[in-house]
Protein backbone atom coordinates (compact mmCIF):
# COMPACT_ATOMS: atom_id res chain seq x y z
CA UNK A 1 0.00 0.00 0.00
CA UNK A 2 2.87 2.74 0.56
CA UNK A 3 4.77 1.84 -2.29
CA UNK A 4 1.62 2.00 -4.41
CA UNK A 5 0.77 5.66 -2.71
CA UNK A 6 4.72 7.03 -3.90
CA UNK A 7 3.45 7.03 -6.95
CA UNK A 8 0.19 9.18 -6.05
CA UNK A 9 -0.28 12.64 -8.07
CA UNK A 10 -0.83 14.06 -4.97
CA UNK A 11 2.18 14.92 -3.45
CA UNK A 12 1.27 15.20 -0.18
CA UNK A 13 -0.30 11.52 -0.41
CA UNK A 14 3.06 10.44 -2.13
CA UNK A 15 5.53 12.26 1.07
CA UNK A 16 3.64 10.58 3.90
CA UNK A 17 4.27 7.28 1.90
CA UNK A 18 7.76 8.18 1.85
CA UNK A 19 7.96 9.12 5.12
CA UNK A 20 5.98 5.83 6.32
CA UNK A 21 8.77 3.91 4.11
CA UNK A 22 11.87 5.91 6.09
CA UNK A 23 10.34 4.98 9.73
CA UNK A 24 9.87 1.32 8.19
CA UNK A 25 13.71 0.96 7.19
CA UNK A 26 14.60 2.79 10.78
CA UNK A 27 12.68 0.00 12.18
CA UNK A 28 14.59 -2.97 10.49
CA UNK A 29 17.69 -0.87 10.84
CA UNK A 30 17.55 -0.78 14.57
CA UNK A 31 16.19 -4.09 15.16
CA UNK A 32 18.99 -5.65 13.21
CA UNK A 33 21.45 -3.37 15.85
CA UNK A 34 19.80 -4.98 18.51
CA UNK A 35 20.06 -7.97 17.50
CA UNK A 36 24.01 -7.93 16.83
CA UNK A 37 24.36 -5.77 19.75
CA UNK A 38 22.72 -8.69 21.98
CA UNK A 39 24.88 -11.33 20.68
CA UNK A 40 28.01 -9.96 21.74
CA UNK A 41 26.74 -9.74 25.26
CA UNK A 42 27.61 -6.31 26.35
CA UNK A 43 26.98 -4.72 29.65
CA UNK A 44 23.49 -3.41 29.74
CA UNK A 45 22.34 -0.17 29.48
CA UNK A 46 18.95 1.07 31.00
CA UNK A 47 17.77 1.18 28.11
CA UNK A 48 18.47 -2.80 27.08
CA UNK A 49 17.72 -3.71 30.98
CA UNK A 50 13.74 -2.40 29.97
CA UNK A 51 13.65 -4.13 26.93
CA UNK A 52 14.64 -7.29 28.48
CA UNK A 53 11.77 -6.76 31.02
CA UNK A 54 9.37 -6.76 27.41
CA UNK A 55 9.95 -10.71 27.89
CA UNK A 56 8.54 -11.07 31.40
CA UNK A 57 5.87 -13.30 32.07
CA UNK A 58 4.90 -10.49 34.64
CA UNK A 59 2.36 -8.48 32.50
CA UNK A 60 3.05 -5.29 35.45
CA UNK A 61 6.79 -5.19 34.81
CA UNK A 62 6.38 -5.75 31.23
CA UNK A 63 3.77 -2.39 31.17
CA UNK A 64 5.93 -0.36 33.44
CA UNK A 65 8.67 -1.38 30.74
CA UNK A 66 6.75 -0.41 28.06
CA UNK A 67 5.79 2.86 29.62
CA UNK A 68 9.55 3.76 30.76
CA UNK A 69 10.58 3.14 27.50
CA UNK A 70 8.20 5.68 26.10
CA UNK A 71 8.78 8.24 28.79
CA UNK A 72 12.61 7.88 28.27
CA UNK A 73 11.87 8.65 24.36
CA UNK A 74 13.91 5.25 23.93
CA UNK A 75 14.27 5.27 20.09
CA UNK A 76 16.75 2.44 20.32
CA UNK A 77 13.07 0.73 21.28
CA UNK A 78 10.90 1.27 18.23
CA UNK A 79 11.12 -1.98 16.91
CA UNK A 80 10.47 -4.12 20.00
CA UNK A 81 7.57 -1.64 20.56
CA UNK A 82 6.20 -1.93 17.29
CA UNK A 83 6.29 -5.62 17.41
CA UNK A 84 4.02 -5.31 20.58
CA UNK A 85 1.59 -3.72 18.84
CA UNK A 86 0.67 -7.73 18.10
CA UNK A 87 0.79 -8.75 21.30
CA UNK A 88 -2.63 -10.87 22.68
CA UNK A 89 -2.63 -8.18 25.30
CA UNK A 90 -5.21 -5.52 25.06
CA UNK A 91 -3.37 -3.33 27.62
CA UNK A 92 0.21 -4.04 26.32
CA UNK A 93 -0.84 -3.18 22.58
CA UNK A 94 -2.43 0.30 23.93
CA UNK A 95 1.05 1.05 26.35
CA UNK A 96 3.14 -0.20 23.05
CA UNK A 97 0.50 2.64 20.61
CA UNK A 98 1.19 5.36 23.95
CA UNK A 99 4.76 4.60 23.66
CA UNK A 100 5.14 4.74 20.25
CA UNK A 101 3.71 7.96 20.00
CA UNK A 102 5.92 9.56 23.22
CA UNK A 103 8.59 8.30 21.07
CA UNK A 104 7.68 10.02 17.79
CA UNK A 105 5.91 12.94 19.14
Known amino acids: ?33 WEAWEATGSSLSPVVALLQKLKSDNRAVRLAAIRSLGTMGAEEALPFLVDLLEDDDADVRAAAAAALEKING
Open 1 to 33: MLLEALGDPDQDVAGVARKGLERLREVREQREY
